[in-house]
Structure formats: C-alpha cells, structure tokens
C-alpha cells in the first residue's frame, strides 16, 4: 500500500494562479521608548558611586537623570552597557546594573586590565525604576584610548 498526499492521485499538477492579497495586519510594536548614553571623559570607578553618563547621543522619553535613567514606562526593556579597559583592575573590580540602588542579578561583568567590558541583558522595569550602571572598585581608572570611558543604551521591546 501507497502513502500519497492526495488520495487520488500520486502526482502533482500545475501550480494554480496566486490568490488574492490579504488585509493588511496590525501595526507591530514600536521602539518608542530608548535611549543611547556614555561618557568620553576621563573617571574613576568607585563602589557606590554610579558610573558617570554625560552625553546623550539620541533619546526619546528616556533623559540622563544625574548619572542614572528613570524609567517611563513599564515593559520589557533591553539595555547594552560597559567601560572601557581599566588598566589598573584587580580581581573583585565589576560593574552592574542597579534598579532603584540594587544590583540586579545576573549583571555583574569583570572589569578588565585588556579590554572593555560590556553586557547585554533584557529586563522588566516598572515606571518609575531608576537605572544605574554601578561598579565594585576602590578608586580605578577607566582609559579614554579609543573608546567612550562607559556607555549604556536601553530600548524598550515589549
């Protein structure tokens, strides 16, 4: 016994003529809410002092708050951060993400006497969070050779 797709024939036909187009669906989310920050001076990384974000390079409803972003919205955000080498890191020297003061698990990155540090992580912020990029060091400074000191970038995704 045969195992055919049509139960009549074994043999394919001619492909028929295209049907009619579909209606249009609804619009998809948009990036409404993002913001893109850093900082191309010289700093000194210190436990309990954010990491300073000085410049906006484009932004909209996200605004540099003091060194920290307040958070408009509530959703699912993505959010890109890092540093610049740290010439004079040791073992123990981080950066991570803060919400409202607290370090958010999962966000802690080495600091490196090499190269940059960067993450990327996605998360669910409620209106009104602030956000930091906060480091664990005793008074280490971030190089300014070819690259920003730190930069974080958010964009909200859902």
């Given at each position: 016994?045969?195992?055919?797709?049509?139960?009549?024939?074994?043999?394919?036909?001619?492909?028929?003529?295209?049907?009619?187009?579909?209606?249009?669906?609804?619009?998809?989310?948009?990036?409404?809410?993002?913001?893109s920050?850093?900082?191309?001076?010289?700093?000194?990384?210190?436990?309990?002092i954010?990491?300073?974000?000085?410049?906006?390079?484009?932004?909209?409803?996200?605004a540099?708050a003091?060194?920290?972003i307040?958070?408009?919205?509530?959703?699912?955000?993505?959010?890109?951060?890092?540093?610049?080498?740290?010439?004079?890191?040791?073992?123990?020297?981080?950066?991570?993400?803060?919400?409202?003061?607290?370090?958010v698990?999962?966000?802690?990155?080495?600091?490196s006497?090499?190269a940059g540090?960067?993450s990327?992580?996605?998360?669910?912020?409620?209106?009104?969070?602030?956000?930091?990029?906060?480091?664990?060091?005793?008074?280490?400074?971030?190089?300014?050779?070819?690259?920003?000191?730190?930069?974080?970038?958010?964009?909200q995704?859902?």
């Amino acid at each position: 016994m045969f195992n055919y797709p049509n139960q009549y024939c074994c043999c394919r036909g001619p492909r028929g003529p295209q049907g009619p187009q579909g209606p249009i669906g609804p619009a998809g989310p948009g990036f409404e809410t993002y913001g893109s920050f850093y900082n191309s001076a010289e700093q000194s990384l210190t436990t309990g002092i954010p990491v300073a974000l000085t410049t906006t390079i484009t932004a909209n409803n996200l605004a540099l708050a003091g060194n920290s972003i307040v958070i408009p919205t509530t959703g699912t955000y993505l959010i890109n951060y890092g540093v610049n080498t740290v010439p004079n890191a040791v073992a123990g020297n981080n950066i991570f993400i803060a919400i409202n003061g607290i370090a958010v698990a999962g966000t802690q990155r080495a600091l490196s006497v090499s190269a940059g540090t960067s993450s990327s992580t996605i998360l669910t912020l409620t209106a009104g969070n602030i956000l930091t990029l906060m480091p664990t060091a005793a008074g280490v400074a971030v190089s300014t050779i070819g690259a920003p000191t730190a930069f974080l970038s958010i964009t909200q995704v859902a």
